[in-house]
Every structure is written in C-alpha cells, then in structure tokens.
C-alpha cells in the first residue's frame, strides 16, 4: 500500500534479519537496506511491523531522530517502558500513531459518530466479543504477553475511541479451557471482562482463541435511543437456529487480516498524512498507554480474582 502511494517516493524494507529483508523487499518491488541504522539515517518516515519486543526500542530509536513514525501495537508489553516512550514522544513532538486499525473500520467510525453525535443517547451497555479462529503457535503464545495485552487489547481501545469515555474498573477472569498450552504460559484461550466506564455505562467482553466458524469480532451498543452493532454482515461467522434463518455464512471471514484489510488501508493512508504534517496522529501513544493499563488491570483481575480500579497502576 505504502509503496503505491503518489505521495510515497520510495520505500526501503530493513529487518534484523537479512535474507527475511531481502525476501520481503523482493516481494514487494522495493529495496532492501543493510540494517536498521542506515534505513533510519535515509528515510523521512517509519513505519515498524518488528516483533512486539523490538517495538520500544526502534519507536525511541526513530523519535530520536525526528522521524514520523507508525508502530503496530502495542508499545510495549509493561507499563513502565510504555510510559518511557509516551514520555519522549512527548519531549519530541515528534509524530507517533500507533496501529489500532479498528479506530479506521466504517463499522466502527460509525458507531463513534453516533455516539459523539448523541443520536444513541444515554449508554448503557456495550457489549463485545472477540474470537480467534484457532490458537496461535506455541512460540508466539509465550511471548505474546497474554489474551488480554495480546488480544482484548484492541477491544480495549475501540472501546475508549467508540464511547469516548474512560474504563474506570474491571473485572475479569480466563482459562484454558480447551488448549492446555495456554495454561503452560499462564495464559488462557477463553476469557471475559466486565469494563465499567466513567459515565457508568458498562463494557462487556468475550473472548476466545478458537472459534469453529472463522474469525468474529463485534461490538453493540445500546442506548437510550437507539441499538446499533458494528461487525455484523453477510460473512459474520455465526448461525440463527431459529426457524427459517439460513446456515452460517459459507464465506466467513478466515481471519483478522481479510477482516480489516480496508481498515489497515486506511489507517496507513492516515499515516501518511501525519507524516506530510496534513493531520495530527489519530491514535497517539497515550492511547496506547491507556488500552494497555485496561488489559494489565485485566490481567491483575484475574490474578487475584477481584475488581481492579485504573487508578491503582497510576
């Protein structure tokens, strides 16, 4: 997408690893660089796809040098080095969007329209749900920082962009109840939270790692003046068993990627423009900061099997 763009010049792929590099550039008709240094030391923008355990140190190592940057969440997996580069983006000025695609899915921009715009009036309750079509490989699972940083993450954030209020208290649990490699890592492949908002209104997700039908994620919202769902078409992976509905669609959606392909379109062409100076960042590090504190108080939660208010990891 970035190498098709008018406003793009050029675009220069660089990765730890050489022949990964080489391989992807290749693909992509563009060029490899011999290492990350040189790509920053010639570029005008970043954008960073790394491991999620390389994504602070190359976010500072870009800010440092003024360059506009767009990095896949999260910033970090601890609350510590989020705050870290939420610091320095700070101290910079220097354009950082991070990449929750949901906040560029019609559906979702929807839903925040009518929310800011009052047409749903008071909320109540809005209702989520998250399910993976199958569990990730064990080596991502153990470095993946668990359901709610890795996963719920994202719901975490639409949440705050859709309502535009703040998650005041959770609570939370999970298990492994079907995958006993999550329970391995401490982690769990089924889950769901209660999320209390500022105003009152309150959050409700669900979450698992495995889900027969393809890759579902949705949200509804209801009001007191209207009820409206985002992520429910012809392909959502899910079946009426009332009389007369047809099957489940035979063309769900297989996985997050063909679900928001248009969403990471547009949340790149959002990054060019913060990179042109056109726009302000959309999704800016402290919205990552805050999607984070949700899912560590999450985790927290469950831990101790309690609720969590936000202000104790303040």
Known sequence: MLAAAP????????????????KVA???????????????????????????????????????RGLPTFCEKPIALDLDSTVEVVELARKTA????????????????????????????????????????????EDYIKTSGGIFRDFSIHDFDALRFVTGDEISEVYADGSATYFPVFETHGDADTAAAVLKLVSGAFGILSVTRHDPLGYD????????GDSIAVGWDQRTPLRSVEPGMPGPPPNAYPNFQER?????????SAFIEVARGVRSSPCT?????EALRVAVACDLS??????????ELE
Request: charged fraction near 25%; proline fraction near 5%.
């Open 302 to 311: 469950r831990e101790e099997h309690r609720p969590v208010r936000l202000e």
């Open 7 to 22: 406003e793009v010049a050029s675009v220069t792929v660089a990765d730890v690893d050489r022949d990964r590099a080489e």
């Open 217 to 224: 994620v949705r949200m509804e919202l209801f009001g007191s």
């Open 285 to 289: 590090a402290e919205d990552a900061l």
């Open 26 to 64: 290749a693909n992509l008709g563009v060029e490899p660089a011999a290492g990350v240094d040189n790509v920053l030391a010639a570029v005008d923008a970043v954008v960073i796809a790394a491991a999620t355990s390389s994504h602070a140190q190359l976010i500072k190592a870009a800010l440092e």
């Open 260 to 268: 928001f392909r248009d969403a990471y379109r547009r949340e790149l």
């Open 94 to 137: 220097v354009p950082l969007q991070m990449g929750f695609q949901r906040r560029f899915d019609e559906g979702y921009k929807a839903a925040h329209d009518l929310v800011a715009s009052g047409a749903l009036g008071d909320l109540y309750i809005v209702r989520m749900a998250g399910h993976d079509p199958a569990p990730p490989p």
